[in-house]
């Protein structure tokens, strides 16, 4: 199938552009700069140059992709409403995005401490909240993922609904490449449409 990664080129893209590879898949790539995608070229790998912040080269860039799935984040230099332009490119298709655990419906679950360090990040949270009520009113699947790590693919992972989260104290951390298998998952086989799953390693 034809996967298409946003942000492509930030760490968990990259993640998500090399399994999705890895699987078989033909991928369109896309980034605001695309030879930042430190992916090898292949003839599967199609990469494609666009900007969330620009509503017409983003929706040109997206335009009849029937599944997306989003690494996007927040870069240190980014200001509030990159997340919720990204969201609301995604007008149609199949959707799986990447959130963060501890904001919006997953915060009680993921306790004090974790919430705690998520107010540092300001005014960005709001941006992940309405970024994330997007999404899931389109009926795409958000993903609420601990810290993330650079380690490696744990054999041990495994989805769960937010209802099924487990109580912590402590902030839970997740690779990457765990995270990127489970959008990839949901992507090939949709569990968890129009709500919120956790990547889990144990």
């Known amino acids: 199938m034809e996967i298409t990664v946003l942000a492509a080129s930030g760490a968990t ?3 998500l552009t090399r399994q ?3 699987r078989g898949h033909t991928v369109v790539a896309i980034a605001r700069t695309p030879g930042r995608i430190a992916v090898p070229d292949h003839p599967r790998l199609t990469r494609v140059a666009a900007d969330v912040r620009e509503p017409n080269s ?6 009849d992709r029937e599944v997306v799935v989003s690494g996007l984040g927040i870069a240190g230099r980014d200001k509030p409403g990159v997340l919720t332009a990204g969201a609301r490119a995604l007008s149609h298709g199949r959707v799986v995005w990447l959130g963060a655990y501890g904001t919006g419906p997953s915060a009680s679950a993921a306790g004090p401490v974790t919430r705690g360090l998520l107010r540092l990040l300001g005014d960005q949270i709001a941006d992940k909240v309405a970024a994330d009520a997007l999404v899931l009113a389109a009926g795409g699947t ?5 810290i993330l790590t650079d380690g490696p693919l744990s054999p041990d992972r495994r989805t769960v609904k937010l209802g099924d989260a487990p109580k912590r ?3 839970a951390c997740v690779s990457r490449a765990t995270v990127a298998a489970a959008l990839l998952d949901e992507a090939e086989n949709p569990a968890y449409a129009g709500s919120i799953a956790l990547p889990l390693e144990r």
């Open 58 to 63: 983003i929706a040109a860039a997206l335009h």
């Open 13 to 15: 893209g990259l993640q």
């Open 169 to 171: 104290l402590l902030p």
């Open 142 to 146: 958000v993903f609420h993922a601990a």
């Open 20 to 22: 999705a590879l890895d």
